[in-house]
């Protein structure tokens, strides 16, 4: 019996093949067979080596048997670092086969059930209810505007004539203000004073002084109500 025979418990040409998954799971337990092994032979080569210096200058005949073994495990432990690469190796063949295996026989499930969904289907059929869909799509939105459209029930009106009406409303209303605030109310005037103007060039201080008074005169009359409004109505 071959060695892949015993590993996977084969009887021979008549015997069934072992499964994708029992294949991956006899070589994980062989790897941990062998990375068990491992730890032991490198514990072993440390205590040959521990031998093989204590007894370097005491008893160099056991200190070179204890070297032999060292030798001897590590060139097992380095045989089973190879086994472990190869069975590394195979392992994952094995899990990457497993897979493909399944998205394959998935891919055939979906295949299958999206053919069984066509079956009944016509493609002319189809455009057809796409084609019902989008017209009374369409219909739909015409509606809406329709529904949203403002309604006047036929009255228009001229938004200029209502702003030049609405213009003059507030001018009249402007007017009427004024006049209630003028009323028929005096204002005082200043005095004029009674000091004649100087006739000689040496008086001019005198007309100088009187500028402030003359100015205050004339923006009391300019600011009085009533006078506005009568300017206001000469200008129109």
Do not use: C
């Not at 072993?44 to 204890?66: F, P, S």
């Not at 057809?128 to 228009?156: C, H, N, R, Y």
């Not at 005096?186 to 402030?212: E, I, K």
Request: no cysteine.
């Amino acid at each position: 019996m071959s060695l892949l025979g015993k590993l996977f418990g084969g009887g021979g040409k008549g015997g069934k093949a072992p499964s994708p998954q029992e294949a991956i799971q006899k070589l994980r337990e062989t790897e941990e067979m062998l990375t068990k092994k491992q730890e032991f032979l490198e514990k072993k080569i440390e205590q040959e080596l521990q031998i093989a210096k204590k007894n370097g200058t005491k008893n160099k005949r056991a200190a070179l048997q204890a070297l032999k073994r060292k030798k001897r495990y590590e060139k097992q432990l380095a045989q089973i670092d190879g086994t472990l690469s190869t069975i590394e190796f195979q392992r994952e063949a094995l899990e990457n086969a497993n897979t493909n295996t399944e998205v394959l026989k998935n891919m055939g499930f979906a295949a299958k059930a999206m053919k069984s969904a066509h079956e009944n289907m016509d493609i002319d059929k189809v455009d057809d209810l796409m084609q019902d869909i989008t017209e009374q799509q369409e219909l739909a939105q015409e509606i809406s505007d329709a529904i949203s459209k403002p309604v006047g029930f036929g009255e228009e009106f001229d938004e200029d004539e209502l702003l030049a009406e609405l213009d003059e409303l507030e001018q009249e209303e402007l007017d009427k203000n004024l006049l209630e605030i003028g009323g028929p109310e005096t204002v005082p005037l200043p005095n004029v004073p009674s000091t004649s103007l100087p006739s000689r060039p040496g008086d001019f201080w005198f007309l100088f002084a009187l500028q402030p008074f003359l100015f205050f005169t004339s923006e009391l009359l300019m600011s009085h109500p009533l006078l506005n409004s009568q300017e206001r109505g000469g200008r129109g």
